[in-house]
């Protein structure tokens, strides 16, 4: 079987298929006030959030495309 995926956005233009991070919010505006901090952050600081919890890089979403 052959699934094609339709990326948008960010995923499509950086190539990103895969879920290694993220973080829960109950509260929309919160979740809004987060993402924008962390787009403000550089690389390192990203790679070492991920790291901090998932060192191996493993996939987080399991079954649709895994």
């Known amino acids: 079987m052959n699934i094609a995926l339709e990326l948008t956005g960010f995923a499509s233009k950086y190539g990103a298929i895969r879920l290694v ?6 509260d929309f505006g919160d979740a809004v006030k987060r993402e924008k901090a962390i787009k403000g ?10 790291e901090k919890d998932n060192p191996e890089w493993h996939e987080l979403f399991k079954g649709l495309w895994w």
Do not use: A, G, P, V
Not at 21 to 26: A, G, R
Not at 41 to 50: E, G, T, V, Y
């Open 21 to 26: 991070w993220y973080e829960e919010h109950f």
């Open 41 to 50: 952050w550089n690389r390192q600081w990203k790679i070492d959030l991920i």
